[in-house]
T-cell receptor, first 113, second 112 residues
Framework: DSGVTQTPKHLITATGQRVTLRCSPR?????VYWYQQSLDQGLQFLIQ???????AKGNILERFSAQQFPDLHSELNLSSLELGDSALYFC????????????FGQGTRLTVV | AQSVTQLGSHVSVSEGALVLLRCNYS??????LFWYVQYPNQGLQLLLK??????LVKGINGFEAEFKKSETSFHLTKPSAHMSDAAEYFC??????????FGTGTSLTVIP
């Protein structure tokens, strides 16, 4: 158990809809990362938050947004969903500092039909 | 920009044989390096990480990796493969620990 909790584990929704994925980081970790894993794209970095502020942005679509709340949990919002958004979405967390590894949650499997 | 290249998207070894998974990185400064393992339907789990000074890093489950600055490599090895090692392996690089760049992964199959 990594200590990172993601909900829900599975999500099936229709095209055009909007969903919210939730992540609770490990206790004490201020950084939260979101990744998308699909068969054709591999593991893609989406966005990072540190203590409520956006720290880094990767290949995140404009239809996607994220935020980190004062209690440090984070949500990834996906809107106007397309079939190609079907993927595993991972959240990871880490402490601040160099050479610190990221701890991953079990992921949310999103299926867009 | 940082990047990671994992040579071989699929590797098959016999049970008991040497496991060698290759990772090369590009970085203008010495990076921090990691190997993660992903079992089916699970998240990524840290196998080992490179800390400055020690070129040979030991991880969990008998895996180790050697940092070679001259070759910009961080290959993962295990002397004797076990059936339970079958999984997807990812090499990752980070400069500051604040952003991790992952390779495309290598799927390891262990043949009984």
């Amino acid at each position: 158990d990594s200590g990172v909790t993601q909900t829900p584990k599975h999500l099936i929704t229709a095209t055009g809809q909007r969903v919210t994925l939730r992540c609770s980081p490990r206790s004490g970790d201020l950084s939260v990362y979101w990744y998308q894993q699909s068969l054709d794209q591999g593991l893609q970095f989406l966005i990072q938050y540190y203590n409520g502020e956006e720290r880094a942005k990767g290949n995140i679509l404009e239809r996607f947004s994220a935020q980190q709340f004062p209690d440090l949990h984070s949500e990834l919002n996906l809107s106007s969903l397309e079939l190609g958004d079907s993927a595993l979405y991972f959240c990871a967390s880490s402490v601040e500092g160099v050479n610190t590894e990221a701890f991953f949650g079990q992921g949310t499997r999103l299926t867009v039909v | 920009a940082q990047s990671v290249t994992q040579l071989g998207s699929h590797v098959s070894v016999s049970e008991g044989a040497l496991v060698l998974l290759r990772c090369n990185y590009s970085s203008s400064v010495p990076p921090y390096l990691f190997w993660y393992v992903q079992y089916p339907n699970q998240g990524l789990q840290l196998l080992l990480k490179y800390t400055t000074g020690a070129t040979l890093v030991k991880g969990i489950n008998g895996f180790e990796a050697e940092f070679k600055k001259s070759e910009t490599s961080f290959h993962l090895t295990k002397p004797s493969a076990h059936m339970s090692d079958a999984a997807e392996y990812f090499c990752a690089v980070s400069l500051t620990g604040n952003q991790f760049y992952f390779g495309t992964g290598t799927s390891l199959t262990v043949i009984p």
